[in-house]
Antibody, heavy 116, light 113 residues
Framework: EVQLVESGGGLVQPGGSLRLSCAAS????????MHWVRQTPGKGVVWISR????????NYADPVKGRFTISRDNAKNTLYLQMNSLRAEDTAVYYC?????????WGQGTMVTVSS | DIVMTQSPDSLTVSLGERATINCKSS????????????LSWYQQKPGQPPNLLIS???TRESGVPDRFSGTGSGTDFTLTINSLQAEDVAVYYC?????????FGQGTKLEIK
């Protein structure tokens, strides 16, 4: 079964850090661009980052640029999102999704809450 | 950034009738290299992630009922749901993949009358 499973979310104080993971199975992970997308009730669905199949190219949305880092380990079939200097406005459900253009596979999401 | 604007924000349609959702991009999302529009439609039900219905503006994903169809080009796109079923109650999003940051519309909530 083709599947993405996120983990690593939780409650963190403003200024803190979290690392999200996304474990892939059922497909050739190393062949696909991967993305992180987040969703909040107020701002809807927002794309935040992507990485190409070998990890050599990545892009970020402006609100997270310089604070978040996307990476992948193709040997472990795992995508990561390192989130530093977290702010209240980063509170959201974070999804990983398979690309490159349309997101045809999504994980179930992991909740990140930034609050003191 | 390319701004995606959906209309209406919410829609109430009777069972068996047609639902039409519009999506307008602030600039063309037509790739000249393949003459295809980089525009996708998603359905999201409560407690679930978005589910891809249509890619490249009009290509239905495997397993998606043929009552769902996508049309449009350039900056104006439409998702049509014919013969509305109860299970179609959801929020629908369009998304452009022409350029990063990839952007989504604000969503259209579809309900049954």
């Amino acid at each position: 079964e083709v599947q993405l499973v996120e983990s690593g979310g939780g409650l963190v104080q403003p200024g803190g850090s979290l690392r999200l993971s996304c474990a892939a199975s059922g497909f050739t992970f190393s062949s696909h661009w991967m993305h992180w997308v987040r969703q909040t009730p107020g701002k809807g669905v927002v794309w935040i980052s992507r990485i190409n199949s070998d990890g050599g190219t990545s892009n970020y949305a402006d609100p997270v640029k310089g604070r978040f880092t996307i990476s992948r380990d193709n040997a472990k079939n795992t995508l990561y999102l390192q989130m530093n200097s977290l702010r209240a406005e980063d509170t959201a459900v974070y999804y990983c999704a398979r690309g490159p253009y349309a997101f045809d596979i999504w994980g179930q999401g992991t909740m990140v809450t930034v609050s003191s | 950034d390319i701004v995606m604007t959906q209309s209406p924000d919410s829609l109430t349609v009777s069972l068996g009738e047609r639902a039409t959702i519009n999506c307008k991009s602030s600039q063309s999302v037509l790739y000249s290299s393949n003459n295809k529009n980089c525009l996708s439609w998603y359905q999201q039900k409560p407690g679930q992630p978005p589910n891809l219905l249509i890619s490249w503006a009009s290509t239905r994903e495997s397993g998606v009922p043929d009552r769902f169809s996508g049309t449009g080009s350039g900056t104006d796109f439409t998702l049509t749901i014919n013969s509305l079923q109860a299970e179609d109650v959801a929020v629908y999003y369009c998304q452009q993949c022409y350029d990063t940051p990839y952007t989504f519309g604000q969503g259209t909530k579809l309900e049954i009358k």
